[in-house]
């Protein structure tokens, strides 16, 4: 069994910051790419922002500038730096990961998704 678990949201007002993390746990041999989706009120979910293992990276270009991925491989943790926040931004944010489980001698290739965390940014 795998899973992530989501930390870090919150409340802020328009230009704060906040950062999350989100851990994974488990069988996890590898982690290939992790990421961060959110989804707004009345809004399709989206895809903010991606890391593969080797530290490649790729952003929405709504919060290009303003958002930065990191993560610790050694962890299984992703992180993402949300600075100069919006109340677009509000959204409840899910991290994804992307990997390679074993488990009773049965290697498994795995899409895991977090529960999710809210972040809310008022002006």
């Known amino acids: 069994q795998v899973q992530l678990v989501e930390s870090g949201g919150g409340s802020v007002q328009v230009g704060g910051s906040l950062r999350l993390s989100c851990a994974g746990s488990?069988?996890?041999?590898?982690?290939?790419?992790m990421g961060w989706s959110r989804q707004g009120p009345g809004k399709q979910r989206e895809l903010v922002a991606r890391?593969?293992?080797?530290?490649?990276?790729n952003y929405a270009d709504s919060v290009k500038g303003r958002f930065t991925i990191s993560r610790d491989n050694a962890k299984n943790t992703v992180y993402l730096q949300m600075n100069s926040l919006k109340p677009e931004d509000t959204a409840v944010y899910h991290c994804?990961?992307?990997?390679?489980?074993?488990?009773?001698?049965?290697?498994?290739?795995?899409?895991?998704w977090g529960q999710g965390t809210q972040v809310t940014v008022s002006s």
């Open positions: 890391i593969t293992s080797g530290g490649s990276t």
């Open positions: 994804n990961a992307v990997g390679i489980t074993y488990r009773d001698g049965v290697y498994s290739a795995v899409d895991v």
């Open positions: 488990g069988s996890f041999v590898s982690i290939n790419a």
